[in-house]
């Protein structure tokens, strides 16, 4: 990864490759919607996951936070914690998070739920 940023731009390195989880449920609440989804995320192993997204004042955005586990064997076992901001880009949902692994590492989640598709797209990259 370079030192160098820009105004403009930064340069983030991948942490894995994109991986696409399945929505379970979406449960629409007074003021905040929550998601769950699982599916498999390379070194995180098999991944179940609950976003809780709270609304601004447009509808259309707001902040998002919630937890994971990650569950590669029987001997190893990951766990995060996440906050961020959302916003709606058409019939798409688009966060932004930043997650504290339980093995001290950070990430930046990049990540896109597709309602039409009942899915989502999670690009990971390296912040700390």
Same mark, same amino acid.
């Given at each position: 990864?370079?030192?160098?940023?820009?105004?403009?731009?930064?340069?983030?390195?991948?942490?894995?490759?994109?991986?696409?989880?399945?929505?379970?449920?979406?449960?629409?609440?007074?003021?905040? &919607?929550?998601?769950?989804?699982?599916?498999?995320?390379?070194?995180?192993?098999?991944?179940?996951?609950?976003?809780?997204?709270?609304?601004?004042?447009?509808?259309?955005?707001?902040?998002?936070?919630?937890?994971?586990?990650?569950?590669?064997?029987?001997?190893?076992?990951?766990?995060?914690?996440?906050?961020?901001?959302?916003?709606?880009?058409?019939?798409?949902?688009?966060?932004?998070?930043?997650?504290?692994?339980?093995?001290? &590492?950070?990430?930046?989640?990049?990540?896109?739920?597709?309602?039409?598709?009942?899915?989502?797209?999670?690009?990971?990259?390296?912040?700390?």
């Amino acid at each position: 990864m370079s030192n160098q940023a820009t105004a403009d731009s930064i340069t983030l390195q991948a942490r894995q490759e994109r991986t696409i989880m399945q929505l379970i449920s979406v449960e629409f609440r007074e003021g905040e &919607t929550a998601i769950t989804a699982q599916g498999e995320m390379g070194a995180y192993g098999t991944v179940y996951t609950s976003y809780l997204l709270k609304y601004d004042n447009s509808g259309n955005g707001g902040t998002v936070s919630g937890q994971g586990r990650g569950i590669v064997d029987a001997d190893t076992f990951f766990s995060g914690t996440f906050t961020g901001i959302w916003k709606r880009d058409g019939s798409n949902i688009v966060m932004k998070n930043l997650v504290n692994i339980s093995d001290g &590492t950070t990430n930046l989640d990049s990540i896109v739920v597709n309602t039409g598709q009942r899915n989502l797209t999670i690009d990971v990259y390296v912040i700390d």
